[in-house]
């Protein structure tokens, strides 16, 4: 709360487009907040999470000022992770999330970052919107000690249907 406060003052002082974007992106998380954790502390996955926890009004002020930044014309890294972010928060249920498009916005972030970690995120898209096997073949190449990449394996080959191997995966 007190970052966006500070990224407020900050947005109002300047009218810089990433400034704007990492707004945008803080207000889009912050309003998921109360459905990442269970009551025990346990992290929900994003497609487990309680929607009707989401806060609408942080997730419609983060879309305003993407939406603002974006519009003048000069794409930046928060931006880019905004726009993702954005796709989330807007899609009613994890089922209608729109995949193409945060693939193509990971298509972006590559070309500002070419991160490992952006490569390992557009892998898994790219499993969402083009089948595990897809996904499973985005992560080619990749480091296999980057953080996640095991577990981003598993969930592939669970959405496969390589149930032993996605097991083991975990485990690991």
């Given at each position: 709360?007190?970052?966006?406060?500070?990224?407020?003052?900050?947005?109002?002082?300047?009218?810089?487009?990433?400034?704007?974007?990492?707004?945008?992106?803080?207000?889009?998380?912050?309003?998921?907040?109360?459905?990442?954790?269970?009551?025990?502390?346990?992290?929900?996955?994003?497609?487990?999470?309680?929607?009707?926890?989401?806060?609408?009004?942080?997730?419609?002020?983060?879309?305003?000022?993407?939406?603002?930044?974006?519009?003048?014309?000069?794409?930046?890294?928060?931006?880019?992770?905004?726009?993702?972010?954005?796709?989330?928060?807007?899609?009613?249920?994890?089922?209608?999330?729109?995949?193409?498009?945060?693939?193509?916005?990971?298509?972006?972030?590559?070309?500002?970052?070419?991160?490992?970690?952006?490569?390992?995120?557009?892998?898994?898209?790219?499993?969402?919107?083009?089948?595990?096997?897809?996904?499973?073949?985005?992560?080619?190449?990749?480091?296999?000690?980057?953080?996640?990449?095991?577990?981003?394996v598993a969930y592939l080959r669970e959405r496969a249907g390589d149930l032993v191997e996605a097991a083991r995966l975990y485990s690991e």
């Amino acid at each position: 709360t007190e970052a966006i406060r500070l990224t407020r003052q900050l947005a109002a002082m300047m009218a810089h487009e990433e400034v704007a974007g990492l707004l945008a992106l803080m207000l889009l998380h912050h309003a998921r907040r109360p459905a990442r954790t269970g009551p025990d502390g346990r992290l929900i996955p994003l497609a487990e999470q309680d929607r009707g926890l989401w806060d609408t009004r942080l997730i419609a002020e983060g879309i305003n000022v993407l939406q603002a930044a974006l519009a003048r014309d000069h794409l930046g890294e928060f931006q880019a992770q905004a726009a993702i972010a954005a796709l989330h928060a807007d899609a009613r249920t994890a089922d209608e999330t729109d995949w193409p498009q945060i693939v193509e916005w990971y298509d972006e972030l590559l070309k500002l970052t070419d991160s490992p970690v952006v490569r390992l995120n557009r892998a898994v898209a790219v499993g969402e919107a083009d089948g595990p096997h897809a996904g499973l073949a985005a992560l080619a190449g990749l480091d296999a000690s980057l953080p996640r990449y095991t577990a981003a394996v598993a969930y592939l080959r669970e959405r496969a249907g390589d149930l032993v191997e996605a097991a083991r995966l975990y485990s690991e």
